[in-house]
Structures are given as structure tokens and as C-alpha cells.
């Protein structure tokens, strides 16, 4: 934000103002709903409109360039169209983060105007367009593998340069503030490692193993053997020359595999921001794979992202712009509904959890800071404008949901009841 603006507050009263367009008009009347904050909307740089709480500090500006298009991509498509309108470059802003921060505060006004405003048929089969072609990205074996490919293999080179040397991409876990980004991110691992007792008798199947950097973590301080396995080539190809060139091709395996189709045993099992990517329909095949593949006194690792537990049910049925247009086919989890899946598939259940939805917070910022450190770097590989902009819409909405805490990240270790591993005795 501009000091200008910091220094503004939401009018009592405004200038009349004309409204051009049936999609200004939903638009507009929407954003009259939220109560919240204060939030200004630059039209053109012809007129100013603000939305909020009058007498409020105006904590987030809009700077709308091409109106009408903008309006339809809001009208028709929601949230959705609210990020492919900042990918076009139709409205910028001086701080994302604020923006998509204002949206959250105004949440319920925001779900409120949304179920009121579905009485225009267009707007209703729009809408349902986006939610056709989510569903036809669930995570089958086959679709799997398309899904991930679409965002984990944009170049080993493109996240080597914003990612921190050990390529982990997920939260990390800050000790304090100043902490460096590996230097957490080892912190997250090492965080695992102890809640499950790892040793170096142990054998430990990562699912979702990324680029190595839990795998390569565990066997050097821990000594035990791990095998990885992921469904993507890039990350398995980079992960191996890792593994080589630390010498630990002894201990450490990957494989190309879906987690549906692992076998074997093993002591202790970690999966570290992968269960995203699995969907609702196949929460249960991931967790009687687990039961099944884990040995009676092991123990169960996983990092995954979350919703409270009554939003999960409305979620599940919705489809927002990062699963249009980031990690299609993804959905995020909630405590109790793991708990569920677990009653239902195994004898697993939790036995500690701890909440880190502030560090994601501030993983985010990070990255979105090394990203745009490296721009010449990025337009050097070959991605443009529009990708660029997603991405930096992508970086700023989640870092938003993770400060605001409507969204948040846990590990969570569950285990079986009576496990020697676990007993005073």
C-alpha cells in the first residue's frame, strides 16, 4: 500500500456513480455486502469506489484497468475470475497480500452474497463449468500422474531458484523469525524425525518424497533406510543424483510409483504435503494403504494443510483458483476428516499434532521473495508474463490464508494402540 492510501479512510458518503454493466452491477453489489476493512477500487483512474466499514482505514487497493472485461471475469467466475483477471494483468495491486486479506475478513458477507446471486442461469452454468472440469481431474492412477506433472515438472531449474538448497516444497518450521530458510526447513525435519523415533534399525517409506530433502535428511542424521516414492520423473531424476552424489544410494531408494500400488513393510511411514493431492474420493485408499504397508508398532507421520472441520463438506464441493489453475485436482484436508477415514480403514488414530500454520505463513514470504529476487532468471527459462503474474498471485493468496489463519498446516503422528515404541513400560 502507498502511504496515501494507508492514510485514507472508507467515506461515509460517495459521489453517485454509474454503473456501465450488468456484471459491474453483481460486482458491486457483492463487495457492498462486505462490512470489513476497508478496501479501495481504482476504475481506469477515472473514479475511486470503496467498500468496507465507513471510518475504517483503507488497508487494500484495486486498480481496475480494463473494466469491462474485469467485471465478466468476476461476474461469471467469482474467485476464479478474480486471479485470471490479475494473470491478464486487467488489475494490479500494490500488495496481493492485503487484497486477498480483506476478501477473507469479509468471508461469511462473501459466501452470503454468493448463494443470493446464482438466480441468472449464466452465471449458475458458469459456474458449473469449473466444477465439470475439476471433477474430470480426479485423482485417478492415470490422472494422478497428469495432475502432478502440471506443476512439478515446470524445470528442476525454475525451483532451484527460489526454493532453498535442499528444494523442499512445503512449510517450513521457524524457530525464530530471522531463522534462514534451510535452516527451518531442516528445523520441519528434524521435527518429524523426533516425533517418530526414528533410529537407524528403522525402514521408512516417504510417500510424496519431492526432491529427496526429507529422504537425504533422515539417512544422514538418522541412518536408517528410506524409501521414496513419487510420480513424478523430474523430481525422482534430481533426487537420485542427489542421493549419488551424497553417496547413500545404499540407504536411500526411489521409485517411480503410485502410492496405490506400494507393497512391503515398514517401521515408520511420512508423508509430507502429498495427501493434497489424493482428493476426497481416494482418502480411504491412501489410509488402508497405510495401514496395510505399516508393521504393528509403527508410526505414521504427516504434514498436510488444513480447513476447520465444518468447512471441509462445502469445500469439497467447491473449486477455487488455486485448483483451476495451480495444482489441479487438489483438495485440502481437515483433522476430523482424516480422523473419520481413519475409523473406517484401520486402527490407526491420532496421537499428536502440532499446528504451524504461522510458519507457512512465513515460508511463503520467502519464497515469494527469492522468487522475484530471480525474475531475470525466470523470463531466462522461458515463462512470461502471465506466468509470472500467476505466480506471484499464487505466492501472496496462500501467504494471505495462512496469515489470516483461514487456512493452517499440521503434523500429525498417528499410531496404533498398545505400540511398544510409544510405552513407559
Known sequence: MTDTTLQETVPLHQAPYKIKSLSEYFVFSALKKMTQGGLRVDIDNDSHRYFGKPGAPITALVKIHQP????NHC?????????????????????????????????????????????????????????????????????????ISEHYDLGNDFYALWLDPSMTYSSARFQYPEQSLQEAQEAKYEALCQKLHLNAKDHVLEIGCGWGGFA?????????????????????SYANEKIVAAGLQGQITIRIEDYRHITGSYDKIVSIEMLEAVGDRYHESFFSKCHEVLRPHGLLGVQMITVPDYRYPSLKRSVDWI??????????????????????????????????????????ARW?????????????????????????????????????????????IYTRPNNKNLSLL
Not at 469491462?68 to 467485471?71: K, M, S, T
Not at 489441479?328 to 491420532?350: A, E, H, K, M
Not at 527469492?370 to 522461458?382: E, I, M, T, W
Open 75 to 147: 461476474a461469471f467466475y467469482g474467485d476464479v475470475g478474480l486471479g485470471q483477471a490479475y494473470t491478464e494483468g486487467l488489475w494490479d495491486t500494490d500488495d496481493i497480500k492485503a487484497v486477498i486479506a480483506w476478501f477473507i475478513e469479509n468471508l461469511n458477507e462473501l459466501q452470503g452474497t454468493n448463494t443470493k446471486s446464482t438466480n441468472i442461469p449464466s452465471v449458475n452454468f458458469l459456474t458449473i463449468i469449473n466444477w465439470v472440469r475439476h471433477l474430470r481431474r480426479r485423482n485417478t492412477v492415470t490422472m494422478s500422474k497428469r495432475n
Open 368 to 412: 515469494h521473495q527469492n522468487f522475484n529476487a530471480a525474475l531475470p532468471q525466470v523470463k531466462a527459462l522461458g515463462f512470461d508474463e502471465p506466468f509470472i503474474r500467476s505466480w506471484n498471485y499464487y505466492l501472496k493468496y496462500c501467504e494471505a490464508a495462512f496469515a489470516t489463519r483461514n487456512i493452517s498446516v499440521v503434523q500429525a
Open 68 to 71: 469491462a472485461v474485469f467485471f
Open 216 to 236: 537425504l535428511y533422515a539417512a544422514k542424521k538418522y541412518g536408517c533406510s528410506i524409501t521414496g516414492v513419487t510420480i513424478s520423473q523430474a523430481q525422482a
Open 323 to 364: 485448483q483451476r489453475h495451480i495444482f489441479p485436482g487438489s483438495l485440502l484436508l481437515s483433522v476430523g476428516r482424516i480422523n473419520q477415514v481413519l475409523l473406517n480403514t484401520s486402527d490407526l488414530f491420532l496421537h499428536d499434532l502440532e499446528d504451524l500454520g504461522n510458519d507457512y505463513a512465513r515460508t511463503l
